[in-house]
């Protein structure tokens, strides 16, 4: 059972480590997205580039590429193996090897894991980062939010098992956006705005 599920975290790595956003924009012809706003791969600055249609192709890319080896592990091994190899995507993205280990903050990837695991858990998600979008107007803090309440409900679903691999996949996202909580505690981190000139002006990346 291990060596299955590390074979499948790898497979999942490798899967994640695909870099959707810099491929996107630049076969789109919109240059190396690296270059702009936050520097990373995800779809918020993907957004930065102008293109919307853009953003949301790589947001829906680096969600299928969260879901897709997590259902090809529970198809061949049970929730086990696929917890692995969508843990191995979620690393893939965050730390792709094929970009120096400099990739996106994983928000998306980490939906899609969700939706592939037990898609309620993906429900409860998009819930809790819309509540606190409205009342907040904060990506980052939506996001910190929801990883949060998801791990709490995956206890009260399945137990300490889920719930500490949920926590795990929360800590990471944590570190990802520890630039965003220290904007969160000084009060310096920008709100969601809705407006096309505003755009450059959220700085969490999926």
């Given amino acids: 059972m291990i060596e299955i599920a590390l074979l499948f975290f790898v497979i999942g790595y490798f899967f994640g480590s695909v870099p959707f956003g810099l491929l996107i924009t630049k076969l789109a012809g919109k240059g ?31 969600l299928l590429k969260g879901a897709i080896p997590v259902l090809i592990g529970v198809y061949f091994g049970g929730m086990v193996i696929g917890a692995a190899a969508g843990f191995g995507a979620f690393i893939g993205h965050i730390f ?63 137990g300490i098992y889920l719930a500490g691999y949920l926590a795990v996949l929360a800590a990471i996202i944590y570190y990802a956006h520890r630039e965003n909580i220290s904007r969160l505690i000084a009060k310096t981190e920008p709100k969601i705005s809705f407006g096309s000139s505003d755009k450059s002006k959220t700085p969490t990346d999926s």
């Fill in 32 to 62: 190396d997205v690296r270059d702009i706003g936050s520097g990373s791969i995800g779809a918020t600055n993907v957004l930065r580039t102008g293109s919307k249609k853009l953003a949301v192709a790589t947001l829906l890319a680096d």
């Fill in 96 to 158: 792709p090897i094929w970009l120096k280990f400099k990739g996106g903050k994983g928000v998306a990837t980490y939906l899609g894991v969700l939706f592939g695991l037990y898609w309620p858990l993906g429900i409860v998600f998009a819930v809790s980062w819309l509540v606190t979008a409205y009342f907040k107007r904060i990506s980052s803090l939506s996001a910190l939010v929801a990883v949060y309440v998801v791990a709490c409900f995956g206890y009260f679903l399945s």
